[in-house]
Each structure stands twice: as structure tokens, then as C-alpha cells.
Nanobody, 120 residues
Framework: QVQLVESGGGLVQAGGSLRLSCAAS????????MGWYRQAPGKQRELVAA???????NYADSVKGRFTISRDSTKNTVYLQMNSLKPEDTAVYYC??????????????WGQGTQVTVSS
């Protein structure tokens, strides 16, 4: 079964930085668009940043200029570098892999989630 392994969450002060990592299998990493989502208490899950197989990126307006998504093909890993963190960034962050498999079957895999807490 496909597994996405996340790491890097924690507690930081406002203005600090964290880097989240998501490791995937080689096949999934090579064929999938990757993204980071977050969900705060009482809120809907929202897309934070995404990166395609070709390297094109997209960011939520609330994180533009502060967060950077990237992927490392040598490690089958996608990263989310988060700088200038704010208390409103506090949420559970989820890694996502989406694409098309054999017979154009759609797939959508999720990591277990990692908690990010930003204190004021």
C-alpha cells in the first residue's frame, strides 16, 4: 500500500521557521503532483502549496512570499519551507499525492498529518 511519511512539525515562536518533509515511493513521486494542505480547528482543509511533476508551483495567497514548496528527485521527497511564521499558520499539515495510474485510474493519497503550532 502507498505510504507518505511526514516529518518536521513542531512548536515555534512567531517569526520563526520550520521545514516539513514528505517522503514517497519512487513510482508515486515520479508520477504524481504533490501538495501540502492544512486544517485548523473548526476550519475546512485548505490547499497551502502544490508542485507538479514538471516543477510548476502554486501557493495560497496567505502564504505567498513566506512559504516555498520544492521536490528532490534523489530522495523522493517534497518539502515545505515555512518562514516568518504567524499564529494563524497553526494547523495540522497534510502531504498529498495525486495522479493517474493504469487505465487512467485516479488516485489520491494522504499522509498522516503533522502538527504545526506557532505561539505569539
Amino acid at each position: 500500500q502507498v505510504q507518505l511519511v511526514e516529518s518536521g512539525g513542531g512548536l515555534v515562536q512567531a517569526g520563526g521557521s520550520l521545514r516539513l518533509s514528505c517522503a514517497a515511493s519512487g513510482t508515486i513521486f515520479r508520477t504524481s503532483d504533490m501538495g501540502w494542505y492544512r486544517q485548523a480547528p473548526g476550519k475546512q482543509r485548505e490547499l497551502v502549496a502544490a508542485i507538479t511533476r514538471s516543477g510548476s508551483t502554486n501557493y495560497a495567497d496567505s502564504v505567498k512570499g513566506r512559504f516555498t514548496i520544492s521536490r528532490d528527485s534523489t530522495k523522493n521527497t517534497v518539502y515545505l519551507q515555512m518562514n516568518s511564521l504567524k499564529p494563524e499558520d497553526t494547523a495540522v499539515y497534510y502531504c498529498n499525492a495525486a495522479g493517474l495510474g493504469v487505465g487512467l485510474r485516479q488516485y489520491n493519497y494522504w499522509g498522516q498529518g503533522t502538527q504545526v503550532t506557532v505561539s505569539s
